[in-house]
């Protein structure tokens, strides 16, 4: 099994997230890792992902954007999806330009997987195809399963 598919599961996929800003993107998404990985720092990884945003937006273009950041108080890496209800901006313009959204935390520590993952998911959020299957996913599983054949 790849990394991207032993670390995105199912329950990390929000669908038709309905935010209206990145910063709610990350609040909920930040919330998601927290209660899924039955941590306590919810907001202290919303601040850090908000921090590393501040210094350069994430965004990818082609309706995608990975918000990460290394946070040295977790002891593994994390990762969430979701595809949200409405595009919105994650590059700061006025415009949508996200509709797709993988989020990644971890301890610096782990910094060759944080990498790992942010090519692996680059890679794949450049194919046209791909990307339009995941903003049309309906259930959670079937995004995981869009992804998980084609990351090889």
């Known amino acids: 099994m790849n990394i991207l598919c032993s670390k ?3 329950e990390a996929v929000s669908i038709a997230l309905p935010a209206s800003s990145k910063e709610e993107v990350i609040h909920l998404l930040s919330e998601k890792i927290s209660d899924l990985n039955h941590l306590d720092c919810a907001q202290l990884i919303e601040s850090e992902v908000l921090r590393r945003e501040q210094m350069v937006p994430t965004c990818l273009g082609f309706d995608c ?4 950041a290394h946070i040295d108080v977790l002891t ?10 409405q595009s919105i901006s994650f590059s700061g313009t006025t415009e949508g330009d ?7 935390i971890g301890p610096e520590r782990h910094a ?3 990498l790992r993952l ?7 959020l450049h194919d046209e195809q791909i990307r339009t299957e995941l903003i049309h996913c ?3 599983v079937q995004f995981v399963e869009t992804l998980c054949p084609r990351a090889r």
Do not use: G
């Open 138 to 140: 309906t259930e959670p």
């Open 118 to 124: 942010l090519s692996t998911i680059a890679r794949l």
């Open 65 to 68: 954007s990975i918000p990460h």
């Open 112 to 114: 060759p997987l944080h």
């Open 76 to 85: 593994d890496t994390y990762l969430v999806a979701a595809n949200l209800s």
């Open 98 to 104: 996200t509709t797709l959204v993988f989020m990644i």
């Open 8 to 10: 995105l599961t199912s």
